[in-house]
């Protein structure tokens, strides 16, 4: 595996295993209360949760820390412990993304996994079970949707573009009237991975998303020949002190310089 030493690669192997056997669990625990009217609660005023959300996160954290007690964990579903920070590696886990179309029955959300080693993602799984698609990806093996090599498509005269409309409309004109934009993917993470399988182009990521929201998605995009940036063109870093990022965008190409200025002063 380049540029990680063989028992590391072996490692990476057993832990992308372990990510993909629970991840595939998981979803089929969220997908019993998928279209069955869960019960919803609502986090800081306006952010939904569900008791879906709740059984797939206690199910992933069993498993997963039983299996690698000595890592970290950090979850959306989960009080943060910081004694994580003393971890070689760390679980980021957001047990269902996209939990407000998951509520509303809409097929465009997952379970998100990832192993994170010195603020970068390592191996990472989103499980899409409402539209039959699992992701992988091994940092250096390439990206994965079923089985099958993905990657992102090349740049052509139309661009499909998804994400806030005010976000997308600082673009400059002469790159307005080649974009297709893409209607609402309540998921950011499923968002993420459409670039990676190449049914979209780029996208635009509002100021808050949290580590748990990209960590999988980030490296699965990555392994597909694409990036996510932050506003000084860096990958975001992950289960470390800081968790919540400010504006980001993703995808390929040379449309990627105009979204940076975009991005440069969507950070307030």
Excluded: Q
Aim: charge should be negative.
């Amino acid at each position: 595996m380049p540029g990680i030493d063989t028992a590391d690669g072996r490692d990476l192997c057993a832990d992308l295993e372990l990510l993909r056997s629970a991840a595939v669990e998981a979803g089929r625990i969220a997908m019993r209360y998928f279209r069955n009217s869960p019960e919803v609660w609502f986090k800081d005023g306006n952010s939904p949760v569900s008791e879906a959300d709740y059984a797939t996160d206690k199910y992933l954290r069993e498993t997963l820390t039983e299996a690698r007690p000595d890592y970290g964990w950090l979850s959306e579903e989960t009080a943060d412990n910081r004694d994580r920070l003393g971890a070689r590696r760390t679980f980021v886990v957001d047990p269902i993304d996209g939990t407000r179309g998951f509520v509303d029955g809409r097929t465009a959300w997952c379970v998100s996994v990832a192993i994170v080693e010195n603020g970068g993602s390592l191996a990472g799984v989103l499980e899409c079970p409402a539209r039959d698609e699992t992701y992988w990806a091994v940092a250096g093996e390439g990206a994965f949707l079923n089985g099958e090599p993905i990657r992102v498509r090349g740049a052509g005269e139309r661009l499909r573009v998804a994400g806030p409309k005010p976000m997308i409309d600082r673009l400059p004109d002469e790159w307005l009237r080649r974009i297709d934009r893409e209607s609402y993917i309540p998921s950011l993470a499923y968002r993420v991975a459409m670039i990676a399988k190449g049914t979209l182009d780029a996208t635009f990521v509002k100021p808050n998303a949290h580590d748990w929201d990209i960590a999988a998605a980030e490296l699965i995009l990555r392994e597909a020949g694409g990036s996510l940036l932050d506003s000084e063109g860096r990958v975001p870093t992950f289960a470390g002190e800081k968790i919540v990022h400010g504006a980001l965008m993703a995808g390929s190409g040379e449309l990627f310089d105009a979204m940076g200025t975009v991005i440069a002063g969507s950070d307030g």
